[in-house]
């Protein structure tokens, strides 16, 4: 037995979601030098291109398809297209800092939707490709904010709808275990995306984010696809039902 042979990916296929930047690119990246073909996936067409075109420059495995993960129709169609998926990264998500009570139904419905029910819609449509052949591996991109209520910022919208991706993580784990069908997800601390940068334009905000993290650091993307890899990969084959921090000690305090 080869321990480095876990992590090797050849031959298998791969779908991310929200990868034309940020964490979603990481995640591509990673899993195509591991052997993966990869489909890069995103709202935003000409992003995903240009991450598919970056990978296949370097001799890598990919192709790019634009998606919105809140588009049922949209997800069934591109599922239908494609050969079965043996990995599949939930990672599109969108951040919204709004009080509470300044909440409009159309962004409570809009965040949800896309953070929560794009998780859903997008494990299902993919997920029965992997029950029919007995095998695959799901990796949902979660939060810390699942566990914990983020400071200063007010985000109680955000925050229920990864609350509900690690929920949903461990129920899909447990029904789809039997069948070969292992479902994770990592749960980041705060990490430098372009997602964030119009909250790092404020600097008592992130410099309270980096008071409260023990490693007094935000994470990178890089980091995040690292234990996307090994969720993906044969190296966790005994592990479903998992949320993995990688949290730089935030949610130990």
């Not at 890598?60 to 634009?66: I, L, V």
């Not at 159309?106 to 494990?123: A, P, Q, S, Y």
């Not at 129920?171 to 940068?197: C, D, F, H, K, M």
């Amino acid at each position: 037995m080869s321990y480095l042979s876990k992590f090797d990916l050849s031959g298998r296929r791969a779908l991310v979601t929200g990868a034309g930047q940020g964490i979603g690119e990481a995640c591509a990246t990673a899993l195509a030098e591991a052997g993966a073909h990869v489909a890069v996936t995103d709202l935003n067409g000409a992003a995903a291109k240009a991450v598919a075109d970056r990978l296949t420059d370097k001799g890598w495995k990919a192709e790019s398809h634009e998606l919105d993960v809140t588009d049922k129709a949209a997800l069934d169609s591109l599922a239908a297209s494609l050969p079965a998926m043996d990995i599949l990264v939930c990672n599109a998500g969108i951040a919204s800092n709004t009080p509470a009570e300044d909440v409009s139904d159309e962004e409570w419905d809009r965040v949800i939707g896309i953070n929560l029910t794009g998780v859903f819609k997008t494990c299902r449509a993919f997920g029965r490709g992997m029950l029919e052949a007995g095998r695959g591996s799901i990796v949902n991109i979660g939060s810390m904010s699942a566990d914990i209520v983020n400071t200063p910022q007010p985000q109680c919208h955000y925050n229920a709808s990864k609350a509900g991706v690690h929920h949903l993580t461990r129920s899909l784990a447990v029904e789809w275990a039997p069948r070969g069908v292992r479902v994770n997800a990592v749960a980041p601390t705060y990490i430098q995306t372009p997602l964030l940068a119009d909250l790092e334009d404020s600097k008592d905000m992130v410099d309270r984010w980096i008071d409260l993290t023990p490693m007094k650091r935000m994470g990178q993307a890089d980091e995040i696809a690292s234990v996307v890899l090994f969720l993906a990969s044969d190296a966790s084959s005994l592990m479903t039902g998992s949320i993995v921090s990688a949290d730089a000690g935030y949610t130990s305090i």
